[in-house]
C-alpha cells in the first residue's frame, strides 16, 4: 500500500498535466488557425472588390460582352476608378467585406502614382492606425502612369479571435478547473482514507491492549481460585472474586464507551436535562479522582468563583464530562502533576476551566484533538492508555447542550481546557 499510493498520485498528476497539455496545444492551434482563416477571408474580400471594380468599368468604358483573359488584361491597362461613383465603390467594399464575416471599422483610400488620393473615406489619413491593406488595382504594364493602389485601414481588435473563440476558451478551463478539483479531491480522500486506517489500526491495538489486561488478571484469579490452597481461605476467594469483579466492571467501561461512541457518531444522543448544582458535581468527581492524583504524587486544587453555577444539564453526561478532562490531564501527566479546577462567569455561560501541567500540545495536535480515535503521539502507542474517544465524546456532549468547548495549550507548558455551558434561568 505505501508504495501504491504514491504511484496512484503520480499517475493521476501526469493525466492531469497531460490533458492539461492537450487543452493549451488545442487552444493555441485554434488560435493559429482561425489568425489563417482570417488573413484568407481578407484576401478573398480584396479579390471580390478588384472583380467589382474590373466588372464595373469594363461595362461603363463599353466593353460589354464575352472575353478571354488576355483580353481582359489589354482592356484593363488603362483601368481607372475615375469612371466609377465614389458610391459605388464603398458598396463594393461594403459587400465583400460583409460577405466574408469582416465586420470591423474601416477607412479607404485609392491613391495614384503620384500619391495624390483620387477617391478615399472621409475618416482616413495617411496615419497607419489599425491593420492597412495595400492592393494593387491596375494591373501590371509598361504604362506606370495609371497606376493606382487602395489602401484599406481596418481597424482591428486584439482580441477579436479570443472574443470569438470566448465560449471554447471559457468551456475548456472551466472543464479544466472541473479536472483538477477532482483530483485535488480524490487526493485528499485518499489520505483521509490512509490516516483513517491508521487511526482504526490504532485503535484495534489499543482495544486489544485494554481488553488484554483485564482478561489476563480474571484468568489469573480464576487459577488462583482452583488451587487448593485457596479454595478453603475465605479471605482469599472474596479477595480473588473482588478482583474479578472489578476487572469485570472496568471491562464493562470499556466497552460502554466504544458503544456510546457509536450512538453519538448515530447521533443518539438522548439527554436527561435537569436543573443541577454545576459546582457540586465537580466537587463529587474531583473527590474521586483525587486518589489518582495523590498516586503520582500529585496535587488537585478547586476554585468554586462563579456566582451563577446551576446550568440546565444531563446529571450522567456533565460527570462524564468533568471525570474525562480530569482523566485526561491525569493521563498525560509528568512528574509534580499540578491539575486546577476553576469556574467563573462569562457572557452569560458558565464557564468550567481545567488546568495542568502535562506534556502539552503542539497546533496540529490541538486542531485533531476532538477527532474520534485521535490520540497524541507521545512516542509507544501504549504508554498512555485509552482509546482516544475521551475528547471527542466530550466535545459531542458539550455540543449537544448547546455549549462550546476549547483547548489552549503549549508542547512541555501544560494544558487548558475550557467548556461553556448555559446557566439555566428561572
Known amino acids: 500500500m505505501k508504495k501504491v499510493f504514491p504511484l496512484i498520485v503520480v499517475l493521476i498528476m501526469l493525466s492531469v498535466l497531460g490533458i492539461i497539455f492537450i487543452q493549451v496545444s488545442w487552444i493555441k492551434n485554434s488560435l493559429e488557425l482561425r489568425h489563417q482563416q482570417r488573413i484568407q477571408d481578407l484576401e478573398h474580400a480584396e479579390t471580390q472588390i478588384k472583380e467589382s471594380l474590373y466588372r464595373t468599368y469594363l461595362i461603363r468604358s463599353g466593353h460589354i460582352g464575352y472575353y478571354n483573359e488576355e483580353t481582359k488584361q489589354y482592356l484593363l491597362q488603362e483601368f481607372t476608378v475615375q469612371r466609377i461613383p ?16 469582416i465586420k470591423n471599422p474601416y477607412e479607404f483610400a485609392i491613391i495614384n502614382i503620384f500619391q495624390m488620393p483620387i477617391v478615399k473615406s472621409e475618416g ?32 482591428e481588435d486584439n482580441n477579436l479571435l479570443h472574443n470569438r473563440m470566448g465560449w471554447y476558451l471559457t468551456g475548456s478551463i472551466l472543464f479544466t478547473l472541473i479536472i483538477i478539483s477532482a483530483f485535488y479531491l480524490t487526493v485528499r480522500t485518499m489520505f483521509k482514507q490512509k490516516k483513517l486506517s491508521e487511526v482504526k489500526s490504532d485503535f484495534i491495538n489499543n482495544m486489544t491492549h485494554e481488553l488484554k489486561t483485564p482478561l489476563a488478571t480474571i484468568s489469573l484469579a480464576i487459577d488462583a481460585l482452583t488451587n487448593e490452597k485457596v479454595i478453603h481461605d475465605t479471605d482469599k476467594i472474596r479477595y480473588y472474586s473482588g478482583m474479578i469483579k472489578d476487572e469485570n466492571k472496568r471491562m464493562n467501561k470499556q466497552v460502554e464507551k466504544i458503544l456510546q461512541s457509536a450512538r453519538i457518531e448515530k447521533q443518539d444522543i438522548k439527554l436527561n436535562l435537569i436543573s443541577l448544582n454545576a459546582h457540586e458535581i465537580i466537587q463529587k468527581v474531583a473527590d474521586n479522582v483525587l486518589i489518582q492524583v495523590l498516586d503520582k504524587g500529585g496535587k488537585l486544587d478547586v476554585h468554586t468563583d462563579a456566582e451563577e453555577f446551576t446550568i440546565m444539564a444531563d446529571e450522567v453526561h456533565f460527570s462524564n464530562v468533568v471525570f474525562n478532562l480530569l ?17 467563573k462567569n462569562a457572557g452569560g455561560m458558565f464557564v468550567l476551566k481545567i488546568k495542568d501541567n502535562g506534556i502539552g500540545m503542539n497546533k496540529e495536535t490541538q486542531s485533531r484533538v476532538f477527532e474520534k480515535f485521535y490520540r497524541a503521539h507521545t512516542g509507544n502507542i501504549h504508554n498512555v492508555k485509552g ?19 476549547k483547548v489552549d495549550s503549549s508542547p512541555g507548558k501544560g494544558s487548558t481546557f475550557s467548556v461553556y455551558f448555559p446557566i439555566a434561568r428561572d
Do not use: C, W
Open 86 to 101: 465614389s458610391e459605388e465603390i464603398v458598396e463594393f467594399i461594403d459587400t465583400a467585406l460583409r460577405r466574408y464575416n
Open 327 to 343: 482523566d485526561n490531564a491525569i493521563k498525560y501527566s509528568k512528574e509534580d502533576l499540578q491539575i486546577t479546577i476553576m469556574t
Open 124 to 155: 482616413y489619413d495617411n496615419r497607419e492606425d489599425g491593420m492597412v491593406r495595400k492592393i494593387l488595382l491596375t494591373p501590371p504594364s509598361e504604362n506606370a502612369s495609371h497606376q493606382e493602389t487602395l489602401y484599406l485601414t481596418i481597424q
Open 387 to 405: 482509546f482516544g474517544l475521551g475528547l471527542s465524546y466530550v466535545k459531542a456532549i458539550v455540543d449537544a447542550h448547546n455549549g462550546k468547548i
